[in-house]
């Protein structure tokens, strides 16, 4: 029974579009590269409590970068002089930086598990830039999203 569950499971994360388990960018807290580290600023990210935040240059389908939870800690907010952009170069934590949103969960998955990401920023292509081809962040996907597809039950 539970093996059969298994292959459901793995099954479905072959047909499964990252796109449709993924966190969409509109529900993603994150955080502007400039904004300086402030005691409220602190507050805020604890309240919201996630481990990984994504941080944005200009617009929001800007990720360039992700700071930790943890790297709020022990931090002098008095000086003003820290800025997001200035944790997230310094801990510089490895995250997948481009997943196609069309990929596979299975396929996304596994490439998380490979390159050893906890989180991904998934993409697509931005067509309004005509000139170089660019992405644009359209959405999340962490492990925990991925397993929560592969064990779920009927
Ligand atoms: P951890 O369990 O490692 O402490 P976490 O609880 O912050 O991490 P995950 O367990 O990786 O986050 O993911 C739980 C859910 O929260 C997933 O659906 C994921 O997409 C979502 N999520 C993770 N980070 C954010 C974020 N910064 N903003 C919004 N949603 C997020
Ligand atoms: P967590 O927030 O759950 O403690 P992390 O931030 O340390 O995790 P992740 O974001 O989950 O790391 O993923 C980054 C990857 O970096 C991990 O999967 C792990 O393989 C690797 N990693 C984390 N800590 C260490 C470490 N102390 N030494 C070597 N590699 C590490």
Known sequence: ESEK???RGVLSLKMKKVRD???N???VFMLETDR???DELVLT???YGYSRIPVYENQR???IGLVNIRDFALLDTESGKFTVRSLMNFYNHRYGKVIMSDDSCYDVFNKLKKEQYHMGVVVEHDNSS????KVKAVGIVTLEDIIEEMIQEE
């Open 5 to 7: 569950n298994i292959m």
């Open 21 to 23: 388990i993924m966190t």
């Open 25 to 27: 960018l509109i529900d």
């Open 36 to 38: 300086v580290v402030d």
């Open 45 to 47: 990210v604890h309240g």
């Open 61 to 63: 389908d800007n990720i």
């Open 130 to 133: 005509e000139k170089d081809p």
